[in-house]
T-cell receptor, first 115, second 112 residues
Framework: DTAVSQTPKYLVTQMGNDKSIKCEQNLGHDTMYWYKQDSKKFLKIMFS???????INETVPNRFSPKSPDKAHLNLHINSLELGDSAVYFC??????????????FGNGTRLTVT | KQEVTQIPAALSVPEGENLVLNCSFTDSAIYNLQWFRQDPGKGLTSLLL?????REQTSGRLNASLDKSSGRSTLYIAASQPGDSATYLC???????????FGQGTRLTINP
């Protein structure tokens, strides 16, 4: 039973295209996140949602739009992809808002390559 | 602005050794600190979470300590095994901010 699953695992696309990454958690958690890990392995938060409501939007270009249809799903849509968007994107979830008392559970990541 | 630093960036030790990984942070107003493990091509696995009011947490061969006043945490791994080879990341949760700030990680290799 995969706790946090995201698809696809790999995504190769050309500049200017629009793509989506899907994430689902079956842990019953209230909060979900998108993190970006760049080529230098730094992990930075992009968004967090708590019960389908946006809590954190961390200076991310408007081309990135998260969508949370219910508290078990948080999808990431990216418009007009640029070379600099190439990275590994991780979905995560926690019982409470990160920085609280519960650990984060991560998906296995989506490696996005923009050519 | 919270900054988290992990030194060294990479560490290689023979199997069976006890070892310590270091994490330092610049702002002591933290809510908790978490240690994660990342295997190649995988996501992060939470190892230990220490609340700001705690000094340490233990899980099996792992022990994490927290010294808020000095802005430091250590992860102690006892009797290391090749299966412990991975990248270890620490992250701090800042009080009042619902997000974690991550260090760059220490890539650990345990040699059989």
């Amino acid at each position: 039973d995969t706790a946090v699953s995201q698809t696809p695992k790999y995504l190769v696309t050309q500049m200017g295209n629009d793509k989506s990454i899907k994430c689902e958690q079956n842990l019953g958690h209230d909060t979900m996140y998108w993190y970006k890990q760049d080529s230098k392995k730094f992990l930075k938060i992009m968004f967090s949602y708590n019960n389908k409501e946006l809590i954190i939007n961390e200076t991310v270009p408007n081309r990135f739009s998260p969508k949370s249809p219910d508290k078990a799903h948080l999808n990431l849509h990216i418009n007009s992809l640029e070379l600099g968007d190439s990275a590994v994107y991780f979905c995560a979830s926690s019982q409470d808002l990160a920085g609280g008392w519960s650990p984060l559970h991560f998906g296995n990541g989506t490696r996005l390559t923009v050519t | 602005k919270q900054e988290v630093t992990q030194i060294p960036a990479a560490l290689s030790v023979p199997e069976g050794e006890n070892l310590v990984l270091n994490c330092s942070f610049t702002d002591s107003a933290i809510y908790n600190l978490q240690w994660f493990r990342q295997d190649p091509g995988k996501g992060l696995t939470s190892l230990l979470l220490i609340q700001s009011s705690q000094r340490e947490q233990t899980s099996g061969r792992l022990n994490a300590s927290l010294d808020k006043s000095s802005g430091r945490s250590t992860l102690y791994i006892a009797a290391s095994q090749p299966g412990d080879s991975a990248t270890y990341l620490c992250a701090v949760g800042r009080q009042g901010a619902q997000k974690l700030v991550f260090g760059q990680g220490t890539r650990l290799t345990i040699n059989p």
